[in-house]
T-cell receptor, first 112, second 113 residues
């Protein structure tokens, strides 16, 4: 258990509304990641962070923004949700020692 | 760019059968390789890893060997159990650009009693 929580765990929202998902970790990990999981695509990286206020884009970043104002929290924002953003979103951390990433429980987002 | 290809699923086996899930990759340099498992309704859990050629990762009876010559990292288990039913993801990581993981599409395994 890498001490990762995600909130909310489930959310239904309407097209065009803003949505923010939160990832919280308790162990001071430097690297944090947001992925989305869709059938037939595995997991795809949206954004990642390598420190407070240091973020970069992944392969599917369009329509998403992130912020990291403190080590323990990494926020993913959909400025104006679309139906194509219906997905399961996973946060992950990378420990200092070793290369593996550890995942949170996920947030299921439905955009109607 | 990097890519990971997994054998198509779903895979259905009887309990105690031998399991192989194929995984091949395309990458520059020397990536690290991982298998993750996802049980229904849960997040991904690290199953095993290998960081250099000829390394064998193992955990819970599962094994995979990093074969650079065939760019493969096939997952095997000698005798599966019903509790092994899950989705299995192969992934690679290169220590550049934030050490991002590249995943395969996942393989659904169902083990029947």
């Amino acid at each position: 258990d890498a001490g990762i929580t995600q909130s909310p765990r489930h959310k239904v929202t309407e097209t065009g509304t803003p949505v923010t998902l939160r990832c919280h970790q308790t162990e001071n990990h430097r690297y944090m990641y947001w992925y989305r999981q869709d059938p037939g695509h595995g997991l795809r990286l949206i954004h990642y962070s390598y420190g407070v206020k240091d973020t970069d884009k992944g392969e599917v970043s369009d329509g998403y923004s992130v912020s990291r104002s403190k080590t323990e929290d990494f926020l993913l924002t959909l400025e104006s949700a679309t139906s194509s953003q219906t997905s399961v979103y996973f946060c992950a951390i990378r420990q200092v020692q070793g290369l593996a990433q550890y995942f949170g429980p996920g947030t299921r987002l439905t955009v109607t | 760019g990097n890519s990971v290809t997994q054998m198509e699923g779903p895979v259905t086996l009887s309990e105690e059968a031998f399991l192989t899930i194929n995984c091949t990759y395309t990458a520059t340099g020397y990536p690290s390789l991982f298998w993750y498992v996802q049980y229904p309704g849960e997040g991904l859990q690290l199953l095993l890893k290998a960081t250099k050629a000829d390394d064998k990762g193992s955990n819970k009876g599962f094994e995979a060997t990093y074969r650079k010559e065939t760019t493969s990292f096939h997952l095997e288990k000698g005798s599966v159990q019903v509790s092994d039913s899950a989705v299995y993801f192969c992934a690679l990581l290169q220590e550049t650009s934030g050490s991002r993981l590249t995943f395969g599409e996942g393989t659904q395994l169902t083990v029947n009693p």
